[in-house]
Structure formats: structure tokens, C-alpha cells
């Protein structure tokens, strides 16, 4: 069965400059999360979209900013990036009729240096 | 905000043990979940439960959603080294047609399984 998507798998990046990321939710799938996860810790909400408004908000930084577009694929845009920007950005889809079901995609490996 | 004490932090079995780790949190949720994530992969699904009192089983795998709805433990029985991974609880506070559909998760629980 398709999975979520995401690219790249890996990115590197220098201080200041500016990343985006990719995300194919499941086909049918409706909402979208992104989560950041850091080295050893647990996955971070940071922004969600249904129908392509945003959902919710969680502790997204003012420096990224995130939509969604009419075929339901989202991207994540990170600017001005720092050091501790450094982490596992994580998409995750799920049909809105289905609570509780979020399924993840392998992650996306962002390195600042 | 929401949190979820997950323990414990680590475990390290023999293979053929039973293991058990739960998950409380100070506030209600409408859904537990438990993921399992393996080094550079993404948190993978491995059971839901959506209503207080429910006990769910996947395999091996045996979940309960406690009836406070504030707890969930996860049971896996007869470990296997592929067991070996970071298990994640996770709530969601979600109500029909409205609110908040994300995840808030444990800090997890690293299994090690020793053949």
C-alpha cells in the first residue's frame, strides 16, 4: 500500500540559509502534520492542514512557515535556519474520518551547519 | 500543555520475555495510540484504542485504554530480537467534527532485546 512520502531524505544546510521540505500524504488522505524530532527525543506537533487550511498550530517557529496545496501535498519552509533547527521533520496523513490514525512517513534528516 | 509520562525509559530483556510499559497523562484523551520507531524511520502504527476500558491485541501485542482515560499500557509477550526499537504512546484529544487531531506523544521507551 502507498505510504507518505517525503523529500529529501536528507539535507544540509549552512546557518542563515533557508530549507523546504516535501510531503505526499496517503492517496485520499485529507490532513497533514508535521512533527520535528530531535536526537533523542520524542516527535514535536508543529503545524497541521485539513482541506488545505491550517488545523492546528503547535510549536512552529516564526521562521517556518507550511501549506498545503490543492492536490494535498504539503511543504515546509524554514528560513533564517539555525544550529538547533538540526533535527527529523516528520510528515504524517490521515483521513479526517478516521480519528486517531496518523501514519507517518520516514522523515526528512535536516542539518544545519 | 498536554503531558504524557511514558516508562519505563529503557528496558533491556531476554528474548522470550514479556514486557509491559504504560503511559499516564494529567489530563483525558479521546484516543491512545502506540508507535514503534526504529533508527532513521518514522514512527510506525501499531495499535489504536478509542474508547475507555478498551483492550486491544495486534499479535503479540496487547494495548488498554485505561477507564480514567488518563493511562494506556502496551504488553508485548514472547519478545523477539525485531521487537528491538523506541516505543511511543501518544494521545489524541479529538471529537467528532472538531478539535484538535494531533499528536501529543510519550518520551518513549527504548527496547532491547538480548537473544
Not at chain 1, 491550517?54 to 494535498?72: E, L, T, V, W
Request: hydrophobic share 30%.
Amino acid at each position: 500500500a502507498a505510504g507518505v512520502i517525503q523529500s529529501p531524505r536528507h539535507l544540509i544546510k549552512e546557518k542563515r540559509e533557508t530549507a523546504t521540505l516535501k510531503c505526499y500524504p496517503i492517496p485520499r488522505h485529507d490532513t497533514v502534520y508535521w512533527y520535528q524530532q530531535g536526537p533523542g527525543q520524542d516527535p514535536q506537533f508543529l503545524i497541521s492542514f485539513y482541506e488545505k487550511m491550517q488545523s492546528d498550530k503547535g510549536s512552529i517557529p516564526d521562521r517556518f512557515s507550511a501549506q498545503q496545496f490543492s492536490d494535498y501535498h504539503s511543504e515546509l519552509n524554514m528560513s533564517s535556519l539555525e544550529l538547533g533547527d538540526s533535527a527529523l521533520y516528520f510528515c504524517a496523513s490521515s483521513s479526517r474520518g478516521q480519528i486517531g490514525e496518523l501514519f507517518f512517513g520516514e522523515g526528512s534528516r535536516l542539518t544545519v551547519l | 500543555g498536554q503531558q504524557l509520562n511514558q516508562s519505563p525509559q529503557s528496558m533491556f530483556i531476554q528474548e522470550g520475555e514479556d514486557v509491559s510499559m504504560n503511559c499516564t497523562s494529567s489530563s483525558i484523551f479521546n484516543t491512545w495510540l502506540w508507535y514503534k520507531q526504529e533508527p532513521g524511520e518514522g514512527p510506525v502504527l501499531l495499535i489504536a484504542l478509542y474508547k475507555a476500558g478498551e483492550l486491544t491485541s495486534n499479535g503479540r501485542l496487547t494495548a488498554q485504554f485505561g477507564i480514567t482515560r488518563k493511562d494506556s499500557f502496551l504488553n508485548i509477550s514472547a519478545s523477539i530480537p525485531s521487537d528491538v526499537g523506541i516505543y511511543f504512546c501518544a494521545g489524541q484529544l479529538s471529537y467528532s467534527g472538531a478539535g484538535s487531531y494531533q499528536l501529543t506523544f510519550g518520551k518513549g521507551t527504548k527496547l532491547s532485546v538480548i537473544p
